[in-house]
């Protein structure tokens, strides 16, 4: 066996070991680990007289859920911690590694770290290794930076390079910013490469709240990669919210990605209200895709509230393409609160690919105010695919509205649209009454309407109600190569 062998049998052995002193109370050993006081001086305590608390340790390790356990071994370890420091270190390492232990080492190490600074770090050092665990870092130096700045600065030597000095210098840069915003960026500034960036970073971002000029321009000259990203974007983002105008000029500085994509977003939004030209300026800017499509709808919102003409204009002369489509959809649901108008404008545009999306989009915004005239005017255009689509979207809404008055509309349509009315809505009907819906399916004159109507009202009546379906379908009057249709989809 080669000597890391034989070093991890050790310390299984020592494990073991350490297990079993701790579950079992035992005749005391003849120098007793020394608890620290309050005070950071050593007390004794008797192993004996820990007896209930290893009892409530032990039994909260067996404990099967895990909120449950965590729950009571927190409070267990808190205990052992709060009567013997040394034993609940002996317990620390007889456990698990995990959350529970996670749990007790941030419990000791933040008790241990307000009495002997030093020994917390040591012990940080070596136990604090997860980027969970890391975490304590942060306590450790916002407590040292509120109680003595110079010492807690001198105190960074003790932490290794990694998570956990990050950790620190972010925390002790957020609180010295708060008491000395000159000294604090002046002392970010100037430490080595490696430990800049977290530490102006955060000071950075601290200082965001109150100045986030000075911020993008310290970022700018200090902060490389994902740090200044970062940093550019909370600044943007808090410029937005008192001038828009100015956050717009600095959305060019970011580097290409997710991060600009999300700073344009939130400013074209904010500067659409006021500025709606210089909102458009800032979305040219954006690849083309669903989130320049997602910036151009909100702008236009804003636009059609204030300017409908203007924005009509717009986007009547956008590129012909799926970007113009997408536009006139969205601005054609917003200016059907005047039908007469926006069809006036979808009908105008040259690109037919942009007029059929306007349409549709058109009707089914009519028709969540007044479904009766959206659903007869899309009757009366000559059929094909886009009039199909406006016309079931406009009925859907108005058999939510007067089923009645829905049905009886779509036994007056010509063969050429009945079929797909028929089908649409007999599937919105056939959920509340299947029985009538079919019965309603049968009267209808054009027989593709009539087969498609009952198709659709059984399928969602077999969705619903499998066994009545059936039962009706076996007793149902209808030729048998129409039912063994029906049942087929059923079948697979």
Same mark, same amino acid.
């Given at each position: ?372 005239? =959206? ?69 209808? =004159? ?12 059984? =399928? ?33």
């Amino acid at each position: 066996m080669n000597r890391r062998g034989i070093f991890a049998l050790l310390m299984a052995v020592a494990l073991v070991a350490v297990a079993a002193l701790l579950l079992r109370p035992s005749a005391p050993p003849a120098v007793s680990p020394p608890p620290l006081s309050a005070t950071g001086s050593i007390t004794s305590v008797s192993p004996a007289d820990l007896s209930a608390e290893r009892a409530s340790l032990a039994a909260a390790i067996q404990l099967a859920d895990p909120r449950a356990r965590a729950r009571a071994l927190g409070q267990a370890f808190q205990a052992l911690l709060e009567r013997d420091f040394e034993a609940a270190l002996l317990a620390l390492y007889a456990l698990p590694r995990g959350g529970d232990y996670d749990t007790a080492l941030f419990l000791l190490l933040d008790a241990l770290h307000r009495r002997d600074p030093d020994r917390a770090l040591a012990l940080a050092r070596t136990l604090a290794t997860s980027r969970e665990q890391a975490v304590i870092y942060n306590v450790f130096f916002d407590t040292f930076a509120r109680e003595n700045l110079a010492t807690a600065v001198s105190r960074l030597a003790l932490v290794p390079d990694g998570l956990g000095r990050e950790n620190s210098l972010r925390a002790l840069a957020g609180v010295w910013l708060r008491a000395d915003t000159a000294a604090a960026l002046a002392w970010a500034q100037q430490l080595p490469l490696f430990d800049r960036s977290p530490a102006l970073e955060s000071a950075l971002h601290e200082l965001v709240r109150t100045d986030p000029l000075q911020v993008i321009e310290l970022a700018q000259t200090s902060l490389t990669g994902p740090a200044l990203e970062r940093t550019l974007f909370l600044a943007v983002q808090k410029l937005t919210l008192t001038d828009p105008g100015a956050a717009a000029g600095f959305v060019p500085l970011m580097p290409a990605g997710d991060t600009h994509t999300r700073a344009a977003l939130e400013v074209a939004r904010a500067l659409a209200v006021k500025n709606p030209v210089a909102a458009l300026d800032l979305i040219a800017q954006l690849p083309s895709g669903f989130a320049s499509t997602l910036a151009l709808n909100s702008v236009l919102t804003s636009w059609a509230a204030t300017a409908p003409a203007a924005a009509a204009q717009y986007v009547a002369a956008l590129p012909t393409g799926p970007g113009q489509d997408a536009a006139a959809a969205h601005l054609a649901g917003l200016l059907a609160r005047e039908p007469a108008n926006a069809l006036a404008w979808a009908q105008s545009l040259p690109a037919a690919t942009a007029r059929d999306a306007a349409l549709v989009s058109l009707a089914s915004a009519w028709a969540q105010t007044d479904p009766a005239s =959206a659903t007869r005017w899309a009757s009366t255009q000559p059929a094909g695919a886009t009039v199909t689509a406006a016309l079931t979207g406009a009925l859907s809404y108005w058999v939510l509205s007067d089923a009645a008055a829905a049905r009886d509309f779509v036994t007056t349509l010509p063969a050429a649209t009945q079929r797909a009315a028929a089908a649409s809505i007999a599937q919105q009907l056939a959920q509340r009454d299947p029985v009538s819906t079919l019965a309603w399916a049968h009267i209808l =004159a054009t027989p593709a309407a009539r087969e498609a109507a009952v198709a659709a009202a059984y =399928a969602r009546w077999f969705d619903n109600a499998p066994a009545a379906a059936r039962t009706w379908l076996d007793a149902a009057n209808l030729p048998s190569e129409f039912k063994n249709r029906l049942r087929t989809p059923v079948a697979r």
